[in-house]
């Protein structure tokens, strides 16, 4: 038998991003995704100008926190989708 210790042993990015902003109907968590998605790049994009900004630099800061706002976007996407897949598969 599991001990709840193993249980308990989830990483803390897991954690972050694998809950859904939007709980109850489906359709409106899976809409909610896309949403999370684009609202991650554009958070991350705007964040990369004002550094540049800031900074005085050209873009540099622009693309490596699109990128960061890019993969993280999609893992948290990723996540929720095999959360929400699931939890779809245990109710059938």
Sequence with gaps: MPDNKEKNKKSTLSDLFG??????NKSLQYSGLGVQLAATIIVFLFIGIWIDKWLETRFIFTLVFT???FF???Y???????????EEKNKH
């Design 67 to 69: 990128f960061i706002g």
């Design 76 to 86: 948290s996407f990723y996540l929720n989708i095999k959360k929400l897949t699931e």
């Design 72 to 74: 993280g976007g999609f």
């Design 19 to 24: 809950k859904p902003l939007i709980s109850g």
